[in-house]
């Protein structure tokens, strides 16, 4: 007869891509159940996990972080095996995986950026604010990069809270900045910086910026920083007013903005320009590299949805810099031999079932969750309920299940897989191992941990200890 999947003698076996937040909620959610077995191979691109927790979070915001204590508590069940350091797509395939997972979740974020989609974008100088962060905080991909900081004047294109975090680097001083595990090269660099001045560009008003209170207030906490917003761009239209009564985080916003206009800066410091109602309409260069954007005045339209949309009013304005990082939000690009949904940047899917783009069918046993099924939006925290959802809905489908075959259940297969492929996975021990050598040299200069940021220096380090 054949046994029950989801029982000790047949657990279910499932597969996760990704290692962040979204990642770690959906195998926090399946080891909950108490009535079900499960076991649970992770399979994470880069060596260390933890997604963006480690690779997005601002280094200043060093408390954030203290989350993963619960990702290292769910990596401690020994029905859970982590596999860093190999990349879905390439070193294995969905062939390679189907036929060895009851069930597959992919929870492996919004990997790129979106495009503002305006002449000379991609000019040198401009960049994605996912680059700037990834360098800063030390992701293997971008270790190499080298941003101009001789400029005087950075643009940062946007108002949520990543645009807020890349500003407020820029302009922190070195020395509050080496308290924390900023990479030890973007530090380097940002003591050489010669940046003294910050625009942040916002399409709308300041009644619908997307940052939030406590990024705000921070902003007029920096030692030697002046926030700057002019009172031209606190005049609110109506319907802006409307919203400060019913939205708090608005309301707070513009309260913090008003006692920043009232400031009188000091001209010994350092500048962050909070520039409302303008879109850029065209990045400026010469010899190939920026030197400065055109902006457009906008006005706010009300739609018949309620929304206030930002129309370009004709009027235009040149802001010289050399530098500007585009920060209009993350953007999935396609796993191989996973649907994806073109329009909204994500995997296919109808609340974390995965579903054929093209028909909308769903595709048996698939899953997703986190920024890779909803978009680019949320918090960490955020991660959790959507996981669990879709958790749900795994448990759900349980009944309908095309369990894998018998001779595919052995759990040495995988492993076998990679070692043939010659790849070097690493596992959750050698995490750490890697993990304690960066807080111990992270003691040595009283910081958090100094981060390892290339992969070949991880591995290294694991065959000496
Ligand atoms: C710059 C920035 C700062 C933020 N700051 C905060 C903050 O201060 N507080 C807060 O609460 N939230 C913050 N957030 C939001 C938070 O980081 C996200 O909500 C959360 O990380 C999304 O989780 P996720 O698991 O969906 O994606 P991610 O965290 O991006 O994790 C995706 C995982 O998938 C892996 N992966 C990707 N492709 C593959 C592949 N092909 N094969 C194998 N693995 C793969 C990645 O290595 C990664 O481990 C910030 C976000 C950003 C971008």
Excluded at 239 to 260: C, G, I, P, Q
Aim: hydrophobic share 40%.
């Amino acid at each position: 007869m054949e046994e029950k999947v989801g029982t000790e003698a047949r657990p279910l076996r499932v597969a996760i891509i990704g290692a962040g937040p979204a990642a770690y909620y959906a195998a926090e959610a399946l080891f909950k159940q108490a009535e079900l077995v499960c076991k649970i191979d992770m399979f994470n691109r880069l060596p260390t996990p933890f997604g963006l927790v480690r690779e997005g979070v601002a280094p200043d915001h060093e408390s954030i972080k203290a989350v993963t204590r619960i990702y290292d508590r769910i990596s401690a069940n020994p029905n859970f095996r982590y596999f860093g350091n190999v990349t879905f797509g390439t070193d294995v395939t969905h062939e390679d995986l189907r036929p060895l997972y009851d069930q597959i979740i992919y929870g492996v974020g919004a990997q790129s950026d979106r495009k503002m989609g305006i002449p000379g974008e991609d000019l040198e100088g401009s960049y994605p604010a996912t680059i700037f962060v990834g360098w800063y905080n030390g992701r293997p991909d971008y270790c190499d990069l080298k941003f101009d900081l001789s400029q005087e004047r950075v643009i940062v294109v946007g108002n949520g809270n990543v645009a807020m975090d890349v500003t407020r680097i820029l302009v922190t001083p070195p020395d509050e900045l080496a308290k924390t595990d900023i990479a030890d090269h973007a530090l380097e660099a940002l003591r050489q910086s010669k940046v003294r001045e910050v625009v942040m560009l916002g399409r709308r008003g300041p009644a619908q910026a997307a940052f939030t209170n406590p990024e705000l207030k921070e902003f007029g906490e920096i030692e030697g920083v002046d926030p700057i917003v002019g009172p031209a761009d606190l005049e609110l239209d109506e319907s802006s007013l409307a919203t400060l009564e019913s939205d708090k985080t608005a309301r707070k916003n513009v309260e913090l903005l008003r006692a920043y206009a009232t400031r009188t800066a000091n001209p010994d410091h350092s500048r962050i320009v909070m520039r409302y109602l303008v879109s850029p309409v065209e990045v400026i260069g010469e010899d190939g590299k920026v030197t400065a954007v055109k902006i457009e005045k906008n006005r706010l339209e009300l739609q018949s949805n309620g929304s206030l949309r930002a129309v370009g009013t004709g009027e235009f304005e040149t802001l010289e810099a050399g530098l500007i990082f585009r920060s209009v939000g993350y953007r999935g690009v396609p796993l191989q031999g996973v649907p994806f949904d073109e329009s909204t940047g994500t995997i296919a899917n109808v609340a974390g079932r995965i579903i054929h783009a093209s028909t909308g069918d769903l595709v048996p046993g698939e899953y997703v969750v986190g920024w890779a099924k909803r978009g680019p939006s949320g918090i960490i925290g955020t991660n959790k309920p959507d996981s669990v959802a879709t958790v749900a809905a795994m448990l759900e489908d349980l009944a309908g299940l095309s369990p894998i075959a018998d001779d595919k259940r052995d759990l040495s297969l995988v492993e076998n897989l990679l070692k043939e492929r010659n790849l070097k996975y690493i596992t959750y021990e050698d995490w750490l191992k890697l993990n304690k050598i960066e807080v111990s040299r992270g003691a040595e200069q009283g910081r958090s941990r100094v981060k390892f940021t290339r992969v070949s220096d991880m591995l290294e380090a694991l065959t000496q200890n």
